[in-house]
């Protein structure tokens, strides 16, 4: 069974764009959960979403946003980039009850 | 907020030795998960503790909970090239995770 997919693997942007993140989660989980990862803050959760509602947001500025469409896959968008947000960004799907994430690849964003 | 914090944050071991991380919370934790990243890979699931005084092993890893639901650790025996990676613990609350800093494992032959 295919796992996590995340396109586009790598992006690099200029400040001031804004950014689109795809997640498609393994086949049937339906909350997929965002996080940053970077070498001085860690790992900090940014989002997540079930049938199509977010349930929980981190404490991340309102640049950053997301969605979840019908089939479960999922967007986020940060716009106005800064050079801050340079990083990794890992979506982790799971099932309904479930506990355990499973991560995909990830996207990894550089802003020049 | 609630912080989690690891140590160390690194360690390098000999082949064949043992190692442990320690995972402190500033908070109560609900349930304590672990993680593996290789480097440039992402994190994989290793194991979820839940209740207090748990432990858990997985061939050569053993795993933790605290009494008091404040502390886990993972120790694993006779360390082999391929547990090179950063161990992140994360306390599972209302269907987020928060990671703790991780420690990276170097792993010299």
């Known amino acids: 069974k295919a796992g996590v997919t995340q396109t586009p693997r790598y992006l690099i942007k200029t400040r001031g764009q804004q950014v689109t993140l795809s997640c498609s989660p393994i086949?049937?989980?339906?909350?997929v959960s965002w996080y940053q990862q970077t070498p001085g803050q860690g790992l900090q959760f940014l989002f997540e979403?079930?049938?199509?509602?977010?349930?929980n947001k981190g404490n991340f500025p309102g640049r950053f946003s997301g969605r979840q469409f019908s089939n479960s896959r999922s967007e986020m968008n940060v716009s106005t980039l800064e050079l801050g947000d340079s990083a990794l960004y890992l979506c982790?799907?799971?099932?309904?009850?479930?506990?355990?994430?499973?991560f995909g690849q990830g996207t990894r964003l550089t802003v020049v | 907020g609630q912080q989690v914090m690891q140590i160390p944050q690194y360690q390098h071991v000999q082949e064949g030795e043992d190692f442990t991380t320690y995972c402190n919370s500033s908070?109560?934790?609900?349930?304590i998960q672990w993680y593996k990243q290789r480097p440039g890979g992402h994190p994989v699931f290793l194991i979820q503790?839940?209740?207090?005084?748990e432990v858990k092993k997985q061939k050569r890893l053993t795993f933790q909970f605290g009494e008091a639901k404040k502390n886990s650790s993972l120790h694993i025996t006779a360390t082999q090239t391929t547990d090179v990676g950063t161990y992140f613990c994360?306390?599972?609350?209302?269907?987020?995770?928060?990671f703790g800093t991780g420690t990276r494992l170097q792993v010299f032959p």
């Open positions: 979403y079930f049938s199509e509602t977010q349930r």
């Open positions: 994360a306390d599972y609350n209302t269907d987020k995770l928060i």
């Open positions: 503790l839940v209740k207090s005084g």
């Open positions: 982790a799907s799971s099932l309904v009850g479930e506990t355990e994430a499973f």
């Open positions: 908070t109560t934790l609900s349930n």
């Open positions: 086949s049937g989980h339906r909350s």
